[in-house]
């Protein structure tokens, strides 16, 4: 793009002001020292990662290092962080020039993120009551990637239309609200929820939502220029998809227990995914002149059933009923893109970027809903006792299936309720005037916080071709490879 | 590209119906209903993704997770299921506009193939005649996701000439007979097949081309505007390559035995694939003029090496008998696309429009070769006796090294068979006049199954080339066609 | 771009001949040949990968297979892979129309250079001295992508300024001597470097940095106009940047001890690199006019915390001090690029294309300092006295932590003479005229050695645009915005 050349002014905004030299290394600045210290001061190894293994083998009579939770739990955390940098990133790159800024500011929010989630969430979960340390293993930076995903998915919503200062600053209160409603859910409700179709996509659906809603921007037609994809930006999207949708499977088994609750888990998650496709799929083409399908619901729609088994992936869901629930999301999640995006932003002002509502909001508030059913009707025969209590960690609480079904429906309760409250508060703070976000005619443009190349496409031989036109020989043949070196 | 924005009509094919409005959408919903009815009365989890896997390890003296399979082959599942999704769809995406096809087709196609492979390869190896039930862990989900690698070769042959529904209704017999084909070659043959050179590959390779020779288009140079990569279009089939490659050895020790057998055959392909690498290069090289390299080489010939280890890659081969596999298979790949390929389509009326004969049937081939004589010469000093017996699986059955090299020929033999007949048959199938399958003229084109964006390349001066017609000739119909002929 | 039309003759560079039709074919056979012969000389599998592995688990009473050092290391060695071929490969695809090369010129080196590392790296340090024969297994693949990667590094540095023949001959000299150096730094001086700091990234940088030198090009801005990116390209190199940041935690485990070991280099790399990222993004934004951000900043800098962590990963480190490395690691590289590369490439002729300087040599050099005061400072109290003898494997050596110190920073210098004696010699050899190299006006073009598809956007209207042009105004300022503005 670059500047007009017939006016010689700034072809944008002159209404705004989204310089952030100086707010955005402060931010980057304050924070990770912040994190420095606050490391020194509370985290260190656990017994697993830290160099008296050794010995803590001999006191517990374990004999192979292969009882190292490392290595029941690394492939996946592997897996979860492709999502998170790759999965996230790449899904949201299909804005016609907002790759930079999908990928890249997923990239520092993440990071910043996954840092303030091990210190939030080890202060509630793995502080050593002892010594007052925080102890980090392997399973605490899966949680710290899961934490993380919660703010990427309220990313979503907001995509285009914030500064990276913004989305810091969202992030640093979207973790922090996220382990106190995670210590909600999991500590004091005692629910179940490995895969987070509560704690991270239902809040984090409706957290972004409400931001998106308080954020309105009546006038964002002025960018529609840039509100849509090229045909490579979308290809770039499909990395995104189908990395989530590959990956989904170690995502919900990360954290499920050793032995079957992980293999179960992964089995589960990858039947419903695939059922979800076929649905996108079917509804995308019976939707569209022609039968012709839509590239938002093959990125988007096809991931709903990995959201919705989310709290169900490690129950005795059974097989047939995974393929239930991903044929139901991957309906739900394409009529969202069809009926509810547009209804949203028109009569409820919410502009939700890449349609969070329907891959995560939705979809999650379901996954919950069927891990509470699939939980209350929990039975010794389907578990075996002790398959029953290994699961729903029932020892020391006087819980019964049915009991349990009801505390994992106040936990979708709880997850609701801190995504929409959360998100009205932190998008009161967000709308300060303070942030450099772009103007109206200016959102959806990498131009705005990213120094762009001169493109091939954009950098046309007009002016030399002329001259030479003009000058030489109008009727000459030119030929090719001039036009091209002037190109490049 | 578009409607011709002059004659306000479509440009392309009045001749053909593609609407596949109905068709897709009815097909998806019915066999996914199918899959969820067929999996309620047949899928259950097996002992280890069961939730009495507790009670299972106490009455087999089992006192670690760890031995659950899981922790075996979750991780190589993973890769493998990249290799299907992302390695198989992006590999096609070297079309120049058939991008969104390549990789979304392939994603339909996979999502439900795998679940159709859970059924028909349960019914012939994993039902529990105790009960009836198939009993599926992580092991099903590695071999149905190989189940659906064969029809991802075949639609490598077919890619731009068929319908989503085309597709569809030939992965399901696809699948249909490969369940088959895999039950005599490895439960009534007794063959090894690990990496599925024979089983996949010839089987897939020959399924794929049969069906390109009976639906052969004399007409397909009308399409040939979009018969070519763009620079771009070929840095993303990179991807599909790379990915494949690099988690080929995970491919081939999958489904391996426990121990030394996944080690070995994860090696022995690690080595088989680098040398396929330098002899590729080498005769793309040779081959051109100023020896400049070829990018289809590249992408394909590359690969053969862990195609032709698929058999023998868990065989004592040697790391130096890997390297001379490798050799071979670079040398005769990439001799396949400079000669065999045009030789094909001129004469044997077969397009294959990526070339899986090159890449899958040949290597495939020489790979259940390899096997073969690998197999037979086999002794115990090479292998031990319990290595021996645990590889080819003798107990039980009286086998020498020597009838165990027989067998794993008319294995061979058995993959082409079904690979050809089952071609034919399906071939002929997919020629009825139902499926809405494209043009001649209208190949290898996205816009016939998919909304494309308006891409900024594609919305060039529309204003001067209509002020253009203005004052030349307004009225002569210049149809789209010619405009993207002159851009391609 | 294509050949002249006018003048019929090839646009670029009849100066120089650039035809590798012999010589890369040659070099490839010879080399491919020559690796089989050796391997069938020296290589055989370990007692780990062998079929003998049932007796061996007897005499060594080996309860289970889970034991066998595949599954400690195979899913590392799997993400290490994909930084090798994708991470490498895709990260140096930045430039506009060096793409072809930067994937596949990488697959190339990459493909030969670990099959002479497993034999090099296996003479010095996985002999077996009962029959003289090389045994392989998991962790010697793991080593053989390793030493490839210190040739990779020197290729970021002579990307786009040498031909395939001559990278071959760089990454034959580059793994040799990388063999030797990592025999003197692990084996004689006995330090540790589990990420490779010291051994691969110190090497590695210096060594490219030398060659750059010594092929110093003074007229290398005739290829000015292909110096750049393009937007999608930066897209793509984030590819390589992502999979480099994400896997980098295994790259930095994958050869630790077994348990804690592994377990707390995953955890410290993983927090070194988040503090990366945010620094990066600080400076970067700093420095720049509105605080814009710059891609190759956020492509290359992000991944110095790994790096830097490279010798100190398996070390008690501590979290916190992870992230103070990070944090300076962030900061160094970014300033390199800003500061140090213009002045190397204008004052110390060195062109380091991919600025290796600041994202490996400088970053391993810190490793290497932070490394050795790390184990200088190591004590029973902090490690326990198994820990400390496993970890720097006392055991047999009379060190004491702060000798240890002294000899890792004996390691450094080794390294760092290595390096740049090292690649004064394969420098001056690279600069013998047999090899193919392109003209100083001809870099950083892949047309040299690629067949290269006809673009789209390279034949575009010219003559609609032109008649348009002499019919209408062939004066009037067309400017170039209201060209894009037309075209997006």
New interface residues.
């Given amino acids: 793009?670059?500047?007009?050349?017939?006016c010689c002014k700034n072809?944008w905004c002159h209404s705004k002001n989204?310089?952030?030299?100086?707010?955005?290394?402060a931010v980057?600045?304050l924070?990770?020292?912040a994190?420095?210290?606050l490391?020194?001061a509370f985290?260190?190894?656990n017994e697993?990662?830290?160099?008296?293994?050794?010995?803590y083998?001999k006191e517990h009579n374990i004999t192979?290092?292969?009882?190292?939770?490392?290595?029941?739990r690394?492939?996946?955390f592997?897996?979860v962080?492709?999502m998170i940098?790759?999965g996230f990133?790449?899904l949201m790159?299909f804005l016609?020039?907002y790759?930079?800024s999908a990928?890249?500011f997923n990239?520092?929010i993440a990071?910043?993120g996954?840092?303030w989630a091990l210190l939030m969430q080890g202060w509630f979960h793995s502080l050593d009551p002892t010594d007052g340390f925080i102890k980090?293993?392997?399973e605490n930076?899966i949680n710290a990637d899961f934490c993380v995903a919660s703010c990427l998915i309220a990313f979503g919503a907001c995509l285009g239309k914030t500064s990276?200062v913004q989305l810091m600053v969202m992030t640093l209160f979207g973790v922090t609200l996220f382990a106190v409603e995670e210590y909600i859910i999991l500590e004091l409700l005692h629910a179940r929820d490995a895969g987070g179709s509560m704690t991270i996509h239902t809040f984090g659906g409706y957290f972004g939502l409400t931001i998106s809603w308080i954020l309105y921007r009546p006038n964002l037609h002025q960018s529609k220029?840039?509100h849509?994809?090229?045909?490579?930006?979308?290809?770039?999207a499909?990395?995104g998809t189908?990395?989530l949708?590959?990956?989904w499977?170690?995502f919900n088994s990360a954290i499920a227990n050793?032995?079957?609750g992980?293999?179960?888990a992964?089995?589960n998650t990858?039947?419903a995914?695939?059922?979800s496709?076929?649905?996108s799929?079917?509804?995308s083409?019976?939707s569209?002149?022609?039968?012709?399908?839509?590239?938002v619901h093959?990125q988007n729609a096809?991931l709903a059933g990995g959201v919705a088994l989310g709290t169900a992936s490690e129950f005795?869901i059974?097989?047939?009923g995974s393929?239930?629930v991903g044929?139901c999301c991957g309906i739900l999640s394409t009529f969202g893109y069809l009926v509810l995006s547009p209804f949203m932003e028109k009569h409820l002002k919410i502009q939700d970027t890449c349609g969070i509502h329907n891959l995560h909001a939705m979809p999650g508030l379901l996954g919950g809903v069927v891990g509470a059913i699939t939980a209350a009707t929990a039975s010794t025969s389907?578990?075996?006792s002790?398959?029953?209590k290994?699961?729903f960690e029932f020892v020391g609480t006087k819980r019964t299936p049915s009991t349990q079904g009801g505390y994992q429906a106040a936990g979708i309760a709880v997850a609701l309720a801190f995504g929409i409250v959360g998100g009205a508060i932190v998008g009161m703070i967000l709308r300060l005037p303070l942030w450099?976000d772009p103007a109206d005619d200016n959102c959806f443009d990498d131009e705005v916080?990213?120094?762009?190349?001169?493109?091939?496409?954009?950098?046309?031989p007009?002016?030399e071709?002329?001259n030479h036109?003009?000058i030489k020989n109008?009727d000459a043949?030119?030929?090719?490879?001039?036009?091209?070196?002037d190109?490049?």
């Fill in positions: 793009m670059g500047n007009c050349q017939v072809f989204t310089n952030v030299r100086i707010s955005l290394p980057c600045f924070w990770q020292i994190m420095i210290i490391f020194g985290v260190r190894y697993e990662s830290d160099a008296h293994w050794p010995d083998k192979s290092d292969s009882e190292n939770d490392f290595y029941f690394y492939a996946s592997q897996d962080h492709v940098f790759v990133g790449f790159t016609k020039r790759s930079f990928v890249g990239f520092l990071a910043f996954i840092q980090i293993g392997v930076i990276p220029r840039l849509g994809s090229v045909y490579h930006s979308d290809v770039f499909m990395i189908l990395f949708w590959m990956f499977p170690s050793h032995g079957d992980q293999h179960r992964a089995i990858y039947l995914l695939a059922a496709v076929l649905t799929y079917a509804i083409s019976l569209a002149n022609k039968g012709k399908l839509d590239m093959i096809t005795m059974t097989p047939y393929l239930i044929f389907i578990y075996g002790e398959g029953l290994n699961i450099g916080y990213w120094e762009l190349p001169e493109d091939e496409e954009s950098i046309p007009i002016l071709y002329k036109m003009d109008p043949c030119v030929s090719e490879s001039n036009f091209s070196v190109q490049s």
